[in-house]
């Protein structure tokens, strides 16, 4: 299909889409116009204008909370438009991110209950030619949304225990404001920190979200990562690097690596992963001080998050080093990615394997803490 004809096909899908929506919706047709409006079929990023009409509709009541939710899946089933799909997935990031708590919570329920919304396993695009490369990249940034989702909800339940104690398990992914877009005069996520404050709230709220309103109760803080039991240590451990892989997997192939959409998708996504891979350092560094006075057990599942890192690692800088060529964020912005050696690998599975043959615990020994994080080739391709 030529690509003028397929543009004027989109733009007719959207506008019937809206007229349905201003006279079928029940609950809120002006949220349903912004949600079309804002994964339409052009090939652009979502303008910040609709982007914003959902976020100050949905602060209102757990109501519009659903209903968004609904259109949002109803949108992502329906379509076989990989552009429409992956502008209906960078929604629902963006409202993870500075949308209601209640998102979280709701995203689960109609999961649970058996709506699609970030089940896009089988998802195929049948709007384009060429477009394998495309659907993949939108099928793994739903695991990765899956897999946030999670994260956050365990966060959330173990109650944060990073060792910046006071902060959220959303503040602690934000991503500081860009100053000007790598893609263009307009970025959709210049709006500020990729953190819940960043945007507007209806006047009269006072900033505060609704179940922020109406459970004004003091929560309790969270526990310092150092002060953890291993098992939560580990445990934290397991879940952000399930994280990192599904990153890791986001990386675009073939023909998608050119989409300027799938950049502008990306984007968010490799900004996250810079604290993503901060918690693990720190996750990794206190196992680390803990490991010769560890019970086996947990020596031996303290090594396998070691010797996982560490292939994840190297993945990590191979993707950064593509993604600064691509100019996905700027060089000066990501981390100094450090390699977990051989040499730090060997003496922890010596001393593993000489605590299996002495079951009980021995006395606290002086360790040299190797140098263990060694700089890496950030050239690696």
Sequence with gaps: ????????????????????AKVSSNIAPELDVAIVKATSHDDEPANEKYLREILSMTSYSRGYVSACIATVSKRLGKTRDWVVALK???????????????????ILYA???????????????????NSWDHSAFVRTYALYLDQRLECMVYERKQGGGNSRSNESTTDRWRSPPPNRSDYGDH?????GSYGRSSHSYPPGNGGAGYDERQNGEDKKPPTPLRDMRPERVLGRMHHFQQLLDRFLACRPTGNAKFSRMILVALYPIVRESFQLYADICEILAVL????????????????????????QIDELCTFYAWCKDTGVARSSEYPEVQCITDKLLETLEEFMRDRARRPKSPPRRLFLQPRWLGKKNQNKT
């Design 187 to 191: 970025d959709p996520y210049a709006y």
């Design 111 to 129: 999961t649970r209950r058996g709506t699609r919304l970030l089940n896009m396993s089988d998802f195929r695009d049948e709007a384009h030619s």
């Design 288 to 311: 680390l001080d803990r490991f010769f006075d560890m019970d086996y057990p947990d020596c031996v599942k303290s090594f396998e998050a070691y010797a996982s890192a560490a292939k």
């Design 88 to 106: 209906a997935l960078m929604l629902v990031h963006r409202l993870l991110i500075d949308g209601e708590p209640a998102f979280q919570h709701e």
């Design 1 to 20: 299909m030529a690509p003028s004809i397929r543009k004027a096909l989109g733009t007719v899908k959207d506008q019937t889409s809206i007229g349905l």
